[in-house]
């Protein structure tokens, strides 16, 4: 369980630069938007094609959330029954639904590296400035591949914990 917690923080670390990059980018995105509309109403010069580089970068703005949230398990859990499970049942139901998250993140990166290679194979583009579509979609591509392994090493540890009967610690802000 030790070294299955320490590859957890490892990968936290790694995937807080992969968000911060997500974050920046929304941020360098908003003061472009801004700088646009200021340019609109006081100077009547608007930012030529900024809606497509908005409409490009922001999948990977959305995606570099992804890793990070699943390795730090801030995804909604939905713990109805918690209060009337016993504790075998519950690390059982968190195994249960770290494996189905883990087949949707699975199934989302797939889908993503497929929409990438169709990309790729078409040589899109955006309209007005012609930017292709390929860099953009490797990278988030990329990105949410990253989720896979994170998700991965979340259900090791959930059965690591169901098999030991370890409990999971309770979540930020949880009050038992």
Avoid at 91 to 106: P, T, W, Y
């Amino acid at each position: 369980m030790e070294r299955l917690e320490s590859w957890q923080a490892f990968a936290i670390r790694w995937l807080r630069v992969v968000a911060l990059i997500g974050f920046t980018a929304m941020m360098i995105g908003a003061a472009v938007v801004t700088s646009d509309a200021l340019l609109r109403s006081f100077a009547n010069k608007p930012i030529r094609g900024l809606a497509e580089i908005i409409d490009v970068s922001t999948a990977i703005v959305v995606a570099s959330c992804f890793p990070i949230g699943l390795a730090q398990r801030r995804n909604i859990r939905i713990q109805l029954l918690n209060n009337y499970l016993g504790l075998h049942a519950r690390l059982f139901a968190d195994v249960v639904a770290d494996i189905i998250l883990l087949g949707f993140v699975g199934l989302l990166a797939a889908e993503l590296i497929s929409y990438t290679a169709e990309a790729i194979r078409l040589n899109e583009r955006s309209l007005i400035l012609q930017i292709p579509a390929a860099p953009f979609w490797i990278t988030t591509s990329a990105i949410m591949a990253l989720s896979v392994p994170a998700q991965l090493l979340i259900t090791a540890i959930s059965f690591t914990r169901l098999v030991t009967g370890q409990p999971a610690p309770a979540s930020p802000g949880h009050h038992a």
